[in-house]
């Protein structure tokens, strides 16, 4: 089995925790300030402000506590890959990852004013776009988490005061949104196409087009629908697959590899921080998968017999035994973050220092091909549709020319209806995105809940429609009056 205990960052310099607690807070509107220092004090060199950044995302990813998503599983386990999830949520259901976000939403806007008063000394008006497009960027991101989570929340920006000052009712999804592109597009402007080698994993021109591309296929779904975002989606995707910059890891086999953590494909990723060795990842198992994160059993008969499955999926362990003759839990398990893709090193000392990705080049050519499709108005696949889902299948099944005889695995064309095309892209997001935390975003926004081939009966669903929305945090409603509970939930 296999264990996580890791400091996931988002630059890979370390940061004292002491410092996050600046702007940042518990319960987002009931908190007192933890530190001497003021805002005002701290924020005045560009170090200080990329620190800050830093520590915005450290939370959200950390071992045997539920405020981050290394840990966040427990939550996920809602969509239908992650075995044992229902329907039955609990008051408070992911009340630590809310915390996480805006606490890490709060510190990038004390970054975002302190550039914008002036209070950053000693820096040209280029590094200035460039760490306020960092703040903004890493601010974007945990609003589109959190907007698709619980659906429209408070907007908190540089705007306004803190949330304990002046506490603010829920904004629509639709303005949230707003927020969040506009973040990005700022973002997409100033960031640089790539970093130096020392400062690698920090956001990047095209980490922004393609969470850009991200959010707007989701405004262009359920719960806005606004369809006319499918072709703001294709043009943003564009930008990244055209830039030169990012492509696919050429072997389906090899995405995943120790060696390739900033490869091409990797857009940007949590990672770790082997500056505290008590932080690194503990690996240990029986069947060569990811021992806390078991898989319904529907994946594996679903998926079709490919390469990718393989590299992606443990079936079959060691022993050569399938998962329905283990001892324990009989189901198949994720093989993504495990063997082969640790070193030997780390596999003999029981700990890696693995990235989690949060956006790939693979991530955006599927979101190409759904945003073209949807966008063109012939009753078929576009082309050019066909042409960026078929890079992600050829990897698949093996490289160029190789032909998969499974239908499932088929080679689109243009003989495909749109609707078809459609289920495809969102089969093949299921199959290349698994264990990503893709598949639930992927649920709420296409509306498949109440799809019995995504929760099959047997699995004891019966499906409610509030089950799209999580239930905002019984704290914050207390404390903030103005608050109003999701449908569905006391």
Known sequence: MKKIKTYFNVYIAAFALGLIVLSGCADFLDETPKSSIAPQSFYTTIPQCESAISGAMARLWGEWNDQSYGYGWIYFKRDDQLAGGNDNIPADFGSSLWQSHWAAILNCNEVIKAVNRGSVKGASATDLDVVLAQAK?????????????????????????????????????????????????????????????????????????????KAYVAMATNPMNATENYAKAKDAANKVITGGVWNLTP?????????????????WSF??????????????????????????????????????????????????????????????????????????????????????????????????????????????????????????????????????????????????????????????????????????????????????????PYLGYSYKESDYLWPLPKLDIQNNPLLVQNPGYK
């Open 137 to 213: 960027f890493v601010r974007a991101w945990n609003y589109f988490q959190v907007v698709r989570l619980w659906g429209g929340v408070p907007i908190y920006n540089e705007l306004n005061e803190s949330a304990a000052l002046n506490p603010l009712p829920r904004a629509t999804v639709a303005e949230v949104y707003a927020q969040i592109v506009s973040d990005l597009s700022f973002a997409a402007e100033k960031l640089p196409p790539s970093w130096s080698t020392d400062k690698r994993g920090r956001p990047t021109q095209g980490a922004a087009n393609g969470l850009l591309a």
């Open 251 to 267: 072997k389906i086999e090899d995405v995943f590899l120790r060696a390739n953590e900033y490869s091409q494909e990797m857009i």
């Open 271 to 456: 990672h770790s921080n082997s500056a505290d060795p008590g932080t690194s990842v503990q690996i240990w198992n029986t069947n060569k998968g990811w021992g806390d994160n078991a898989a319904e059993a529907t994946l594996d008969t679903i998926w079709p017999a490919q390469p990718r499955k393989t590299a992606y999926l443990t079936t079959v362990n060691t022993d050569g035994q399938n998962y329905r003759q283990w001892s324990g839990t009989q189901a198949p398990y994720c093989q993504k973050f495990v063997q082969p893709n640790v070193t030997q090193a780390e596999w003999d000392a029981y700990q890696s220092q693995a990235n989690f990705p949060i956006i790939r080049f693979a991530d955006v050519l599927l979101i190409y091909a759904e945003a073209s499709n949807m966008a063109s108005t012939g009753a078929n696949a576009s082309q050019d549709a066909c042409d960026a889902i078929n890079r992600i299948i050829d990897r698949a099944n093996g490289g160029d020319g190789i032909i998969n005889p499974d239908t499932r695995a088929s080679r689109a064309t243009t003989a495909w209806t749109k609707a078809d095309f459609d289920k495809r892209v969102i089969q093949e997001r299921n199959f290349e995105l698994c264990f990503e935390y893709d598949r639930w975003f992927d649920i709420i926004r296409k509306h498949l809940l109440q799809d019995p081939a995504v929760k099959p």
